[in-house]
């Protein structure tokens, strides 16, 4: 508990202490998404162990366009279906640098992607239809995956911090989920 304590940024939830003074008993609701599981809870690094002796290497994403076979014979690998799931982006907003920061997507930017969606009076309207993170020396261009309005995924999302992120990313991309109704009706 102490481990998701120190990776949350103070200066972007606005409220003092995390903890009571007893250790135990929780203050701040962004706390609620390490202990439901939705994208600020403690990563666990299974590279341990044996697994440990074979050395490591950082992914390369976007990079995976060639494979090259036991016999040295080099080959196009075609689609690889790479997606950044929007929870690194929340990771990023909401956990402190020092505590999350994936060094495989450093060189990368995450950029809208806009397009035009036809309204009901026949009109058309520049919208964001999406997100994709670029390197920034253009090389790779990666999608970020977009969470179905009716997933199992979206219906794990319990604490209200992590609820109104992903509302407020709906409303952006036009996506009508019960979240961006409940947004809506506050409004």
């Known amino acids: 508990m102490k481990k998701i304590q120190t990776s949350i940024d103070d200066s972007k939830i606005h409220t003092p202490n995390m903890w009571d003074e007893d250790g135990v008993t929780l203050k701040r609701v962004v706390a609620m998404d390490a ?3 939705w994208a600020t809870g403690p990563i666990i690094d299974s590279f341990h162990g044996m697994i440990a002796l074979a050395d490591s290497k950082y992914r390369t994403p976007g990079e995976y366009r060639k494979s090259t076979l036991q016999d040295g014979k080099s080959v196009e690998l075609g689609k690889t279906n790479e997606f950044i799931h929007p929870t690194v982006q929340y990771r990023k907003e909401h956990l ?4 999350y920061r994936p060094l495989a997507l450093d ?3 995450r950029k809208e992607e806009r397009g035009k969606v036809k309204q ?7 919208v ?3 997100f994709k993170w670029v390197k920034k020396d253009k090389t790779a261009s990666i999608p970020e995956w977009k969470i179905a309005a009716d997933s199992m995924e979206r219906a794990c999302v319990a604490s209200p911090t992590s609820r109104a992120w992903l ?3 709906d409303q952006k991309m036009g996506v009508q989920s019960p979240l961006t109704l409940t947004l809506a009706a506050k409004a």
């Open 128 to 130: 964001v239809v999406g």
């Open 120 to 126: 009901q009076d026949g009109s058309t309207k520049e």
């Open 107 to 109: 060189k990368f930017e």
């Open 35 to 37: 202990l439901t599981g």
């Open 167 to 169: 509302g407020t990313l």
């Open 96 to 99: 402190r640098e020092d505590a």
